[in-house]
T-cell receptor, first 116, second 107 residues
């Protein structure tokens, strides 16, 4: 079974530029998450999707971050304009479908963003 | 919100030694997962363990949900065990992570 796919793996941009990250969850996984992990810290949830609807985006900085999940499969996370403090690894995860709220989460390899 | 605390924050072991990592959480949870984050940053699932004990090779985990803690045991540690170990608890469908334990195993 293929895992969670993310791209790009690495991205370096200057502040005020924009960047987009892509995630393809495990086939059949209806729930998808984006996490931000700053160096030395645990991952922090940014947004949770159930199919193509947003369940929780309370910690998403909406003035600069946006995310969408078209057709309930792939998802993109965009940052515009980027700030220095956005330097982090952006992790995508998906959840097993038969236990919507309690099932195991599987993570992709992450996209490492450096903002100069 | 729920607090997830891991201890110790850092741990240095000699190869072959055993260790115990602890995760305390402040409220009832639906489940708990342990992850190993390898040097390349990927989070590898170790255990999905809402309660009880599970073993996988040299690793085992125990969660006592009523007392709000979980333990991860690593026996006969190897240099490839190095990295950061995270516990994460599920509350209302969201996974909340601790700050991690950074393990370094020396040859």
């Amino acid at each position: 079974e293929a895992g969670v796919a993310q791209s790009p793996r690495y991205k370096i941009i200057e502040k005020r530029q924009s960047v987009a990250f892509w995630c393809n969850p495990i086939s059949g996984h209806a729930t998808l998450y984006w996490y931000q992990q700053i160096l030395g810290q645990g991952p922090k949830l940014l947004i949770q999707f159930q199919n193509n609807g947003v369940v929780d985006d309370s910690q998403l900085p909406k003035d600069r971050f946006s995310a969408e999940r078209l057709k309930g499969v792939d998802s993109t996370l965009k940052i515009q304009p980027a700030k220095l403090e956005d330097s982090a690894v952006y992790l995508c995860a998906s959840r097993t479908p038969h236990r919507v709220w309690t099932g195991e989460l599987f993570f992709g390899e992450g996209s490492r963003l450096t903002v100069l | 919100g729920i607090q997830v605390e891991q201890s110790p924050p850092d741990l240095i072991l000699q190869e072959g030694a055993n260790s115990t990592l602890r995760c305390n959480f402040s409220d009832s949870v639906n489940n708990l997962q342990w992850f190993h984050q390898n040097p390349w940053g990927q989070l590898i699932n170790l255990f999905y363990i809402p309660s009880g004990t599970k073993q996988n090779g040299r690793l085992s985990a125990t969660t006592v949900a009523t007392e709000r803690y979980s333990l991860l045991y690593i026996s006969s540690s190897q240099t490839t065990d190095s990295g950061v170990y995270f516990c994460a608890v599920n509350q209302g469908g969201k996974l909340i992570f601790g700050q991690g334990t950074e393990l370094s195993v020396k040859p």
